[in-house]
């Protein structure tokens, strides 16, 4: 069983609309939840961070946490093409800076 | 402000050989992860490093070890190369490393693309 689980997609939405992406992870110990963006040959790139239940938003991202149900979960609100990327859900339960990734789903933003 | 600097970009082994991958963290940040990026597995932890000490370690064999000096600076280092061992090689530094709300809120370099033939 993967630690961190993330639907791979393609994920498509129009231009305008809202993306969803959703992530489980198994380790009931997490403390620290991530969403990175990887545009294709690129590295990835940090855009939230979430540490408790509850909604938090930054611009046109939401990103959601529901320790007791283990799920994660980001909203992009008014999809641009520019969004299109993998995004990776990432877990710490170690402490430190040991992230446990998820596999990415990747976004397609069409016009 | 100077993004994380990973050298070299690309590099060809062969199988058996060894490779040294280097990598310069963000200026004032002290944590330096490893991480290896492949299409099947993702990206998985190899280990960190803070304050010239090893403070966490993935799932890799012994033939994946790293150091890091004491300007923060990191390196990593694969013997006795295989196959498997293709992949994009990510350094990620941190100005956090323990503890509080903000680790692992990493910062990426661009990565050095291992092949292996």
């Known amino acids: 069983q993967k630690e961190v689980e993330q639907n791979s997609g393609p994920l498509s939405v129009p231009e305008g609309a809202i993306a969803s992406l959703n992530c489980t992870y198994s380790d009931r110990g997490s403390q620290s939840f991530f969403w990175y963006r990887q545009y294709s040959g690129k590295s990835p790139e940090l855009i939230m961070s979430?540490?408790?239940?509850g909604d938090k938003e930054d611009g046109r991202f939401t990103a959601q946490l529901n320790k007791a149900s283990q799920y994660v979960s980001l909203l992009i609100r008014d999809s641009q093409p520019s969004d299109s990327a993998t995004y990776l859900c990432?877990?710490?339960?170690?402490?430190?800076?040991?992230?446990?990734f998820g596999t990415g789903t990747q976004l397609k933003v069409e016009l | 402000k100077a993004g994380v600097t990973q050298t070299p970009r690309y590099l060809i082994k062969t199988r058996g050989q060894q490779v040294t991958l280097s990598c310069s963290p963000i200026?004032?940040?002290?944590?330096v992860s490893w991480y290896q990026q492949t299409p099947g597995q993702g990206l998985q932890f190899l280990f960190e490093?803070?304050?010239?000490?090893?403070?966490n370690k993935g799932n890799f064999p012994g033939r994946f070890s790293g150091r890091q000096f004491s300007n923060s600076r990191s390196e990593m280092n694969v013997s006795t190369l295989e196959l498997g061992d293709s992949a994009l090689y990510l350094c990620a530094s941190s100005l956090k490393t323990s503890g509080g709300s903000n680790t692992g809120e990493l910062f990426f370099g661009e990565g050095s693309r291992l092949t292996v033939l």
């Open positions: 979430i540490y408790s239940n």
């Open positions: 990432a877990v710490n339960a170690g402490g430190g800076n040991k992230l446990t």
């Open positions: 490093y803070f304050s010239e000490t090893q403070r």
């Open positions: 200026s004032g940040h002290r944590s």
